[in-house]
């Protein structure tokens, strides 16, 4: 469950990581409010966005899992992991 929600959460917040790694790479404090206007955030909310779909839609389209999921349940008094057939 926690995975479908830090995906998206991690790699919608990559551009304000990065612009903080930035600003603090030119040795300049990024947490005052100068450094935060409206089109700045607007930028990286726009540029989080668009990485969090597209790298949803790559792990999607590079899955390799087809056809039917079968969960783990237990033969014959053994554990079978859960597996694609």
């Known amino acids: 469950m926690w995975r479908i929600l ?3 959460l991690l790699l919608f917040a990559t551009p304000f990581v990065a612009y903080v790694l930035f600003h603090l790479a030119l ?3 990024p947490f005052v409010s100068d450094m935060w206007t409206r089109g700045t955030l ?3 909310t726009i ?8 790298g949803m839609v790559m792990l999607g ?8 999921y ?3 349940h ?7 992991p859960g ?3």
């Open 42 to 44: 607007s930028t990286l």
């Open 6 to 8: 830090l995906e998206p």
């Open 27 to 29: 040795r300049r404090w």
């Open 47 to 54: 540029t989080g966005l668009a990485v969090a779909i597209v």
């Open 61 to 68: 389209a590079s899955s390799r899992n087809t056809g039917v």
């Open 74 to 80: 237990i033969e014959n008094g053994r554990l079978v």
């Open 70 to 72: 079968v969960p783990a």
């Open 83 to 85: 597996r694609f057939e």
